[in-house]
């Protein structure tokens, strides 16, 4: 009799743990608020922009198994001022720039300097990054792989900048932030208006720097698309 009751008493314990079990109830019982928007877990939500800027450093600093890092020297995070409202985009560190720890260093940072230079723009008035932000080595393209890995942390750091005009250099950049779809000869020279992550941008692809030092009859197109940053930034007040 005492062992019947002992049974059925279990299975009862056993079918209300199931029950529980069953409809979340720690969930229900916990009290905790309900989180309905998906967290960017890159993005560092408190502080100045460059204690975020730094934190950002920090977590890309701590990105593990990564061959990209591995095989090189040093962290190619930006260059130029934060508190710059053009932003610009590359591919990914070259060798002076992984030996300096500074994008766009080296042949094709000087004549992206020059072209800056032609709209009266320089480091001191814009903020510069690029897709992956350790060099790929014999300076290949960064794979699909790789461009996955950084994006989060590249949307997180033209989040944290807040750009009006964010400027994609080059097929990497363009197809990382707008779409595979779009190939870099036909999207050049167009504005399109482009939320990245919390915040909304105007956006233009030009070419690389160093595809025009590779095609220099292509810098005619790229001296239209510099016009047009230098219109959109007089009617934009920057
Ligand atoms: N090319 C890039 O895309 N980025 C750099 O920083 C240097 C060369």
Redesign the pocket.
């Known amino acids: 009799m005492l062992y019947k009751m002992k049974k059925n008493l279990n299975q009862k314990l056993i079918n209300l743990i199931e029950y529980y079990n069953l409809i979340n109830a720690n969930f229900f019982l916990s009290n905790k608020p309900i989180v309905r928007t998906v967290t960017n877990t890159t993005f560092p939500s408190f502080g100045t922009k460059k204690e975020k800027l730094d934190k950002l450093k920090k977590k890309i600093q701590l990105i593990q198994n990564c061959k990209l890092k591995n095989n090189a020297k040093n962290l190619?995070f930006s260059d130029g001022n934060i508190n710059s409202k053009i932003m610009i985009i590359?591919?990914?560190?070259?060798a002076n720039?992984d030996m300096e720890g500074k994008?766009?260093v080296?042949r094709?940072?000087k004549l992206l300097d020059k072209m800056l230079a032609s709209i009266k723009l320089d480091r001191t008035k814009v903020y510069i990054s690029?897709v992956v932000n350790y060099r790929p080595p014999e300076n290949r393209k960064p794979t699909e792989e790789e461009i996955d890995r950084y994006l989060p942390y590249l949307k997180t750091h033209i989040e944290i900048i807040n750009p009006k005009i964010l400027i994609l250099?080059?097929s990497t950049a363009l197809n990382a932030l707008v779409g595979d779809e779009v190939v870099i000869s036909k999207a050049r020279g167009k504005w399109i208006q482009k939320k990245i992550g919390e915040i909304d941008t105007w956006v233009i692809a030009s070419f690389?720097p160093?595809f025009l030092m590779r095609q220099p009859e292509q810098k005619k197109l790229a001296w239209i698309d510099l016009k047009m940053i230098r219109e959109k930034s007089k009617a934009l007040k920057i």
Do not use: D, K, T
């Open positions: 190619v590359g591919e990914g560190p070259g720039e994008p766009f080296g094709a940072g690029n250099l080059g690389h160093a």
